[in-house]
């Protein structure tokens, strides 16, 4: 069955930097387009950025310059590499991947705060 499992949260200061990981097993990764979301508390939850199978990428507005996606194949996983962190970016991370049905990881908390 599908699993995703992300990594790497954790408590940063404003103008840090976190590396967020997600594993997925389960299905034929190199061919999936891969995406982080994020849920701020009482917010919606948002696309931060998404990975082409192509290796093409999106990114949301609030994060284009600072945050890069990436992935390796090789390892089954999907990076998130977040730059220059702010107060708002203050969330839970989840990894997604859509595969006839949309599949969740638990997420992983990041905290952003001096």
Do not use: H
Request: proline share 3%; with cysteine.
């Amino acid at each position: 069955q599908v699993q995703l499992v992300e990594s790497g949260g954790g408590l940063v200061q404003p103008g840090g930097s976190l590396r967020l990981s997600c594993v997925a097993s389960g299905f034929t990764f190199s061919t999936y387009t891969m995406n982080w979301y994020r849920q701020a508390p009482g917010k919606e939850r948002e696309l931060v950025a998404k990975v082409t199978s192509a290796g093409n990428t999106v990114y949301g507005d609030s994060v284009k310059g600072r945050f890069t996606i990436s992935r390796d194949n090789g390892k089954n996983t999907v990076y998130l590499q977040m730059n220059s962190l702010k107060p708002e970016d203050t969330a839970v991370y989840y990894c997604n991947v859509v595969r006839y049905i949309v599949y969740w990881g638990k997420g992983t908390l990041v905290t952003v705060s001096s």
